[in-house]
Nanobody, 118 residues
Framework: QVQLVESGGGLVQAGGSLRLSCAASRSILSIGFMGWFRQTPGNQREMAATMSNGGSTNYADSVKGRFTISRETAKNTVYLQMNSLTPEDTAVYYC????????????WGQGTQVTVSS
């Protein structure tokens, strides 16, 4: 199992930047995939960016070129740097850890609100 604690959300104007952090309770190199998902009211949670424990990254088309996922293994922390934010990026952002334990198991943080004003 793993516990995830997010931080870094807030209110920002369009065109601005924010960095989200996700601290894991175990070595992130022991976790198959870590990533950031986002959800708006009435909609399904959608992937924004993921990173494998080997370092491979994947981004949703809507955030490519603007968001960057990175990690600091010594701190067991994954980051999401978000630049050129638009109101469409407004959502609750959730950190996700995907681990193999007799099948893929998903773990989620509590979520952090990101609001982009126009």
């Amino acid at each position: 199992q793993v516990q995830l604690v997010e931080s870094g959300g807030g209110l920002v104007q369009a065109g601005g930047s924010l960095r989200l952090s996700c601290a894991a309770s175990r070595s992130i190199l022991s976790i198959g995939f870590m990533g950031w998902f986002r959800q708006t009211p009435g909609n399904q949670r959608e992937m924004a960016a993921t990173m494998s424990n080997g370092g491979s990254t994947n981004y949703a088309d809507s955030v490519k070129g603007r968001f960057t996922i990175s990690r600091e293994t010594a701190k067991n922390t994954v980051y999401l740097q978000m630049n050129s934010l638009t109101p469409e990026d407004t959502a609750v952002y959730y950190c996700n850890a995907k681990m193999w334990d007799r099948g893929w198991q998903n773990y989620w943080g509590q979520g952090t609100q990101v609001t982009v004003s126009s």
